[in-house]
T-cell receptor
């Protein structure tokens, strides 16, 4: 039972354009959301997070948007750069609601930025 | 500073054998996690340590899997009587105080386990 879903396995974007990666979740107890980036043969690297009390968090070229009513979040990368090419994982936890400390991950979206 | 270190990076073993996977977290991080990533999937939670104790082991698939962290630093994930379905990348992560707004998980590069 996948509680965090990334329905697009891959995405290709031209360098300089915007990349939009989407994520949906089913568990209404989730209150903390993160995006991780993963290069081949490396572990996931933390990118950006958002608490459920916010609807937007921005860090440089990366912005995460949260729509709680739709149980949907997205990661925007602008402008996209070739070095952004990686697999992006959406993750969520319900730590504030349940105290549970584990993260639930989506299946990932492979982003390719074309020079 | 050094990140999360996992050894070995690759392990090939025969079905039925016992394996140990080691994780050395970032110095000072009290929380340590083990995740498993199968092909085409995202990481799946196995177990979480706060200090020396396993605070949540609800993700361990069965009693063949066991993990320890005796001194609150290095952790070992132990798998008995390995099965081909155990083949995956085993990821270790640590954080300063546990998953939270200012305490994201930092992952190691993983150990790729192949059971033949």
């Amino acid at each position: 039972d996948q509680q965090v879903k990334q329905n697009s396995p891959s995405l290709s974007v031209q360098e300089g354009r915007i990349s939009i990666l989407n994520c949906d979740y089913t568990n209404s107890m989730f209150d903390y959301f993160l995006w991780y980036k993963k290069y081949p043969a490396e572990g996931p690297t933390f990118l950006i997070s958002i608490s459920s009390i916010k609807d937007k968090n921005e860090d440089g070229r990366f912005t995460v948007f949260l729509n709680k009513s739709a149980k949907h979040l997205s990661l925007h990368i602008v402008p996209s750069q070739p070095g952004d090419s990686a697999v992006y994982f959406c993750a969520a936890s319900a730590i504030g609601q349940t105290g549970a400390n584990n993260l639930f991950f989506g299946t990932g979206t492979r982003l390719t930025v074309i020079p | 500073g050094a990140g999360v270190s996992q050894t070995p990076s690759n392990k090939v073993t025969e079905k039925g054998k016992y394996v140990e996977l080691r994780c050395d977290p970032i110095s000072g991080h009290t929380a340590l996690y083990w995740y498993r990533q199968s092909l085409g999937q995202g990481p799946e939670f196995l177990i979480y340590f706060q200090g020396t104790g396993a605070a949540d082991d609800s993700g361990l698939p069965n009693d063949r899997f066991f993990a320890v962290r005796p001194e609150g630093s290095v952790s070992t994930l132990k798998i008995q009587r390995t099965e081909r379905g155990d083949s995956a990348v085993y990821l270790c992560a640590s954080s300063q105080q546990g998953n939270g707004w200012n305490s994201p998980l930092h992952f190691g590069n993983g150990t790729r386990l192949t059971v033949t």
